[in-house]
């Protein structure tokens, strides 16, 4: 069906916004707002408008990087109330990995055909000021190909205070030592009301500005993220959408977007009640919408848009290549902090399942390094040697453990002295 059958099915403002959209447009926040009531033939013109757009942006590729997740300690000193990974220094649930134990998995992950590590953890006290430069460097020293995608913008800012030091001090150390990217998350919605509903304490708006800003000056590129779907209005994912908009029209550092729905089945704001508005995440029409409204938003500035498959599940994360995103993530390996929160998708993809919902889907999968260049295109049709490492792997679990297994490990128990 073409464009203009799906919007002869269309009146009003919606349809005024989508035919703005095609006409080379960016839209503004309030147009974003009437399109976020789109529902019927409205939200599947919606959707073929950001189908097309994709498609004349990024082409028919879809991306994939093979990659492991490293969370190094679930240990933490805020008490974020979405967050269901954290613990308290006194819990016995509580983890250090130390420095060898990183580099470990780093090495298993390369052996197994990995790219990328990304680095995340717990802002865990006693930690010495040195420790994320030297753990940089020790993953560096074993693995200098591998790409170091590491520590959202709330650990820079603690590594600040641990240093007693400036956030742009703080990376440039990184930098030198081998970092090659930070994940833009702890960005939630970048509204300074919410945050203090959600997560009081937090890394403040202007504070993570600063922080990837920062990093786009140095050369280090960021991903950004929203999460979405518990207590934000439309118009505020919005208005954080637009503050992604205008930092990238400034620095041009943003490889990609990712939404994250917000998983609500642990998390302690919904097991303590604590908020009276709170939703149990975004239902799936609203991942839909927001998908496709970020597509006409933000397709001419930040190209890239990512589907967190271990946020909606891999069979939603298809459809959403129907409906602006270009790129299904990584294969993880490990995750601690959804599955932590209650998602129940899993925490690994092999390489050949990705290929294979990428052309169940019609398209072509890409795989891709951290800063989004190609490393190897796949046929349309399957090559049967193509399969490598990590497809041959019967059980994922068991050869790389699960968060359950982790907190229970008695040799990277959390102590102080650890840390």
């Known amino acids: 069906m073409t464009i203009a059958r799906v919007l002869s099915e269309v009146d009003g403002a919606v349809r005024r916004v989508l035919e703005r959209c095609l006409e080379g447009n960016e839209i503004s926040v309030d147009e974003a707002v009437t399109l976020s009531s789109a529902c019927g033939p409205a939200l ?120 007693n030091t400036s956030i742009r001090y703080v990376l440039e150390e990184l930098k030198d030592a081998g970092l090659g990217s930070l994940p833009g998350t702890s960005a939630e919605i970048l509204d300074d009301a919410v945050r203090a509903r959600i997560a009081p304490g937090r890394i403040t708006t202007a504070e993570w500005i600063d922080v990837v800003t920062t990093a786009h000056a140095l050369g280090l590129p960021t991903t950004s993220t929203v999460m979405y779907g518990h207590v934000e209005t439309d118009r505020e994912r919005l208005e954080h959408l637009d503050l992604l908009r205008s930092i990238q029209r400034e620095t041009g550092g943003f490889t990609e977007l990712v939404p994250l729905s917000f998983v609500h089945e642990e998390a302690p ?39 967190s498959w271990v946020k909606d599940g891999i069979r939603q994360a298809q459809w959403l290549l129907s409906c602006g995103a270009n790129d299904l993530g990584g294969t993880l390996i490990n995750e601690s902090i959804s599955t932590a929160a209650g998602a129940a998708h899993g925490q690994f993809q092999a390489p050949a399942a990705l290929r294979r919902f990428i052309r169940d889907a019609g398209r072509v999968p890409v795989q891709r390094n951290t800063r989004y260049q190609a490393l190897r295109t796949f046929p349309r049709e399957r090559d049967p040697d193509e399969d490598g490492p990590l497809d041959r792997i019967d059980d994922p679990d068991a050869r790389f453990g699960t968060y359950a297994a982790l907190t229970e490990d008695a040799r990277f128990k959390f102590r102080l002295d650890l840390a």
């Open 269 to 307: 704001m919904t097991l303590r009640q604590q908020l009276g508005d709170l939703r149990p995440g975004p239902t799936g029409n609203e991942v839909i919408r927001l998908y496709a409204i970020a597509r006409l938003m933000l397709g001419r500035t930040i190209e890239n848009l990512q589907v």
């Open 44 to 163: 599947h013109a919606l959707c073929a408008v950001a189908d097309h757009l994709r498609r004349e942006q990024v082409g028919d590729g879809v991306g994939y990087v093979v990659n492991r997740n490293v969370n190094f300690t679930n240990v933490c000193v805020k008490a974020c109330r979405f967050c269901a990974f954290s613990r308290t220094r006194r819990s016995d649930e509580g983890y250090f990995l130390p420095i060898e134990e990183i580099v470990r998995r780093a090495l298993e992950a390369r052996s197994l055909g990995a790219t990328e590590v990304c680095i995340q953890a717990g802002l865990a006290p006693g930690m010495d000021a040195r420790f994320y430069v030297d753990l940089v460097r020790a993953i560096k020293a074993a693995a200098a190909d591998l790409d170091l995608h590491a520590f959202s913008p709330e650990e820079i800012k603690y590594a600040a205070g641990l240093a």
